[in-house]
């Protein structure tokens, strides 16, 4: 399984930027997906997450900015984020669980993307 992220890059606050997780070796609806990040000197953290029934969870921080969805046909995992901040620049990863668990911990998911950057500026 490989999942390819992108869509990163240098926005204004209050801006809005998609990120784009490709998926291939696995079907992204047999499974949960889920975003997390990671700003420099802190430690990952979850942002969203998605199971094959369509559940949706989501980290305070994120909630109502932020939305998860996924392309069956395209196989591939989003993450719209609307109403940026400074605080929300990091590394975004997307990630996969095969066993479809509701989870928001980094052990919780097998497979990982290399990660895209994400920059808010003031």
């Known amino acids: 399984v490989q999942l390819q992220a992108s869509g990163g890059g240098l926005v204004q606050a209050r801006g809005s930027l998609r990120l784009s997780c490709v998926a291939s070796?696995?079907?992204?609806?047999?499974?949960?997906v889920a975003w997390f990040r990671q700003a420099p000197g802190k430690e990952r953290e979850f942002v969203a997450s998605?199971?094959?029934?369509?559940?949706?969870y989501y980290a305070d921080s994120v909630k109502g900015r932020f939305t998860i969805s996924r392309d069956r046909d395209k196989n591939t995992v989003y993450l719209q984020m609307n109403s940026l901040k400074p605080e929300d620049t990091a590394v975004y990863y997307c990630?996969?669980?095969?066993?479809?668990?509701?989870?928001?911990?980094?052990?919780?998911?097998?497979?990982w993307g290399q990660g895209t950057q994400v920059t808010v500026s003031s």
């Open positions: 998605m199971r094959s029934g369509g559940t949706t």
């Open positions: 990630a996969l669980d095969p066993r479809n668990m509701p989870g928001v911990l980094i052990r919780d998911y097998d497979y």
């Open positions: 070796g696995r079907t992204v609806s047999r499974g949960a």
